[in-house]
C-alpha cells in the first residue's frame, strides 16, 4: 500500500479531519501553535479564548508584558517560556514583515501549519502524531529526524493532498494511534504496521 492508499483510508475512517485550534486570524493561529508544544490542542483551546479576547490581534498583545500574558495561559506547559514568545512573536509581527520561521517560538511544524491552515499553501507539517504514524506505517524509518520524515512523506504523497494528509495523519494518530495502546483491531493497516518491530 503506497502513501496515497493509506491517506485514501485514513480520510474513510475520519473524513472531517482539520485543524482543532480555535482561532478567527491568522495571528490567533499563530499564537495557538505556538502554544501547542508539548500539550494538547484540547489545553490550548481551554486557555486561548480568554487570551484572545483580551489580546485579538498581534497589536494588542504586543502591548501586554510578559507577565500580564502569563496568567492567560497558566495552565499549559513551559508557560513561561511560551508567555515570553507569544510576546516577542507579536513585537516582530507588528514592528516588520519576516519570513515565519524567524519568528520568536516559530519552528517548522508551527510554520508549516500557519502556511498550511491560514495560507492554503502546500506543506506538511510533523507533530509527534504524524512522526509516530509515518514510522509505525513504514512511510520513514524510526531513527528519522522529523525533518527528514517531512522530507519523505512530501516525496511520497501528492502535493496536492498535503495539507489535508496532515490533518488525516493526525487525526489517525490522535483517535486511533495512540502512543499508548493503539487501537490495533480497528487498523486498516495492521497486516504491514511495524509498531511490534522497534516499539518494545
Not at 504586543?62 to 512573536?89: C, D, F, M, Q
Not at 511544524?109 to 500557519?114: I, M, P
Not at 490533518?167 to 499508548?180: P, Q, V
Amino acid at each position: 500500500m503506497n502513501a496515497n492508499e493509506i491517506l485514501d483510508e485514513m480520510e474513510k475512517i475520519f473524513p472531517n479531519a482539520k485543524c482543532e485550534l480555535y482561532h478567527e486570524s491568522a495571528f490567533q493561529l499563530i499564537v495557538a501553535v505556538v502554544l501547542s508544544a508539548q500539550t494538547t490542542d484540547a489545553m490550548v483551546n481551554k486557555v486561548t479564548p480568554a487570551l484572545f479576547k483580551a489580546y485579538p490581534t498581534a497589536e494588542t498583545m504586543a502591548e501586554a508584558t510578559v507577565s500580564e500574558l502569563e496568567p492567560y495561559i497558566k495552565k499549559i506547559g513551559l508557560y513561561r517560556n511560551k508567555a515570553r514568545s507569544i510576546s516577542n512573536l507579536s513585537k516582530d509581527l507588528v514592528e516588520t514583515y519576516k519570513d515565519l520561521m524567524s519568528l520568536a517560538g516559530v519552528g517548522r511544524k508551527t510554520a508549516n501549519v500557519v502556511r498550511s491552515v491560514a495560507f492554503d499553501i502546500p506543506s506538511f507539517a510533523v507533530d509527534t502524531h504524524v512522526n509516530r504514524v509515518s514510522k509505525r506505517l513504514g512511510l520513514a524509518k524510526y531513527n528519522d529526524s522529523v525533518k527528514k520524515v517531512e522530507e519523505k512523506l512530501k516525496r511520497k504523497i501528492d502535493r496536492s493532498r498535503w495539507n489535508q494528509g496532515h490533518h488525516d495523519f493526525i487525526f489517525f494518530g490522535r483517535y486511533l494511534c495512540h502512543s499508548r495502546n493503539p487501537e490495533c483491531e480497528r487498523c486498516p493497516f495492521k497486516s504491514f504496521c511495524k509498531k511490534d518491530k522497534y516499539e518494545k
